[in-house]
């Protein structure tokens, strides 16, 4: 993810010499050295000690340690973190008593510049701060925000996981297309390039969803089929559940990820 924002913000033409990362193996060091020309330190405290803006990308169940041992090397600095499940409260005693703080949840599109983000700002973060988070992410996508921190464990749910939804719809389409006699590949090709012009089409539309799919749904023909099937065996409502189901598993990660 940081790989991810770092190539983006580079390809949008900020300097490399203005980022400073930290990461514990030297093997990573040496790669973002070499792919981006960017400085890299061993140590977290050597990388934020003159930043503006601190991401924090490391994995949930290291930033604890991370935080702690950053402290008040941040000083005032806008601290972003990344990272699923860990929440403002918790990152902010972490780090001694910050209040600066941004958590933002991307998606893995964003390693191809076509992320979504949605972004909660801590009530001390003002508008240029905010103008800030959207530079930053701007790099790998749009960023919708949420006015209250509890929503983050939504949009984990609808877009943070929702890749592997369409990945699972992708797995569907594919392989109902080599049963029906298609070669792997042209069921992958049909089945890509469906979801992508879909996507395409109703980014550009103004209207509804389902007025979308109604107008590909003749009165007896095959898309109708289709849909009365999907119906008949409750995929939307399963599609619903599953949403809420992440979104319960993302409050309960915050609250185990919280502790100590
Ligand atoms: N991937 C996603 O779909 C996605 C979506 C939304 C949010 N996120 C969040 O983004 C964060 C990063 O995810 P990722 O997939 O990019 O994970 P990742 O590939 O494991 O990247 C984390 C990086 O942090 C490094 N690191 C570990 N300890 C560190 C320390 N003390 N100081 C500095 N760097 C340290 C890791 O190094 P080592 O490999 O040497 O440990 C690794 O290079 C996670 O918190 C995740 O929840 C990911």
Known sequence: MAAALIGGLIARGVAADRFAVADPAEAARAQLAQRFG??????GRDAVRDADVVVLAVKPQVM???AQGLGDAVRD???VTIAAGIRLADLARWLGGHARLVRVMPNTPALVQAGISGAYAAPD?????RETVDAILGATGPVVWVDAEARIDAVTAVSGSGPAYVFYLLEAMQAAGVAQGLTPDAARCLSIETVRGAARLAAAAEDPFDVLRARVTSKGGTTEA?????DARGVKAALVDAIEAAAARAAELGDALGRG
Do not use: K, N, P
């Open 77 to 79: 600095a806008l601290v």
């Open 226 to 230: 289709a849909i009365a099937t999907l």
């Open 64 to 66: 604890r340690v991370v």
């Open 38 to 43: 960017v400085a890299t330190h061993a140590d």
């Open 125 to 129: 973060v003002g508008a240029a701060d």
